[in-house]
C-alpha cells in the first residue's frame, strides 16, 4: 500500500527593506530533492511548466518579475523517498522538461494528469512559497 503524503505548506509574501524585487518563489524546506511544476493562466490560456529540481534547504524563481495573476497551481514530488505535494485541480504534466498548454484531455494528449494545489497570491507582487516537511498519514492495517 502506498503511503500518502498530505500537503502542508506556508506560503508568505517578503515585505523588507532591501531593494525591491518581484518573483514567485518556492523554497524547500525539507531534507529532500525536490521537483516542482506550476500551473497557471497566461491572458487566456491556461499553461503548465516543469520541472525545477530544487535541492533540500534551497529555493529557486519560479516566475520572474511583477506577479500578474493572482491565483498559481503547484504540483510537486520527492525525488528522495516518493510522494508528493498535490492537489484537487487537474493540469497536465509529464515527466521530463516541458511546457504545455490547456490543461483538459492530458492523458488522451499523451501527457500525465496530475493533481496541482492552488496558491493565492493576494495582491501582492512577490510571494515566496514554502515546501515543508509532509506529514505521513498513518496506513490502515488489513
Known amino acids: 500500500m502506498v503511503t500518502a503524503f ?9 515585505f523588507d527593506s532591501s531593494p525591491a524585487y518581484a518573483d514567485l518563489r518556492l523554497c524547500n524546506r525539507t531534507q529532500n530533492r525536490v ?9 487566456k ?8 529540481n530544487v535541492p533540500m534547504n534551497s529555493c529557486e524563481t519560479l516566475v520572474s ?9 503547484i504540483y510537486a514530488v520527492d525525488y528522495d523517498h516518493g510522494g508528493e505535494w498535490s492537489g484537487k485541480y487537474a493540469m497536465c504534466t509529464k515527466d521530463k522538461m516541458f511546457t504545455i498548454q490547456g490543461t483538459e484531455d492530458c492523458v488522451a494528449r499523451g501527457f500525465n494528469r496530475s493533481g496541482f494545489f492552488e496558491v493565492d497570491t493576494g495582491e501582492q507582487s512577490t510571494w515566496t512559497i514554502q515546501l515543508n516537511e509532509p506529514t505521513q498519514q498513518g496506513a490502515k492495517n488489513q
Do not use: P
Not at 498530505?6 to 517578503?14: C, E, K, P, Q
Open 6 to 14: 498530505a500537503v502542508f505548506v506556508l506560503a508568505t509574501a517578503f
Open 35 to 43: 521537483g516542482v511544476s506550476i500551473g497557471y493562466k497566461d491572458k
Open 45 to 52: 490560456v491556461w499553461m503548465t511548466e516543469g520541472w525545477w
Open 65 to 73: 518579475g511583477t506577479l500578474v495573476s493572482r491565483y498559481y497551481y
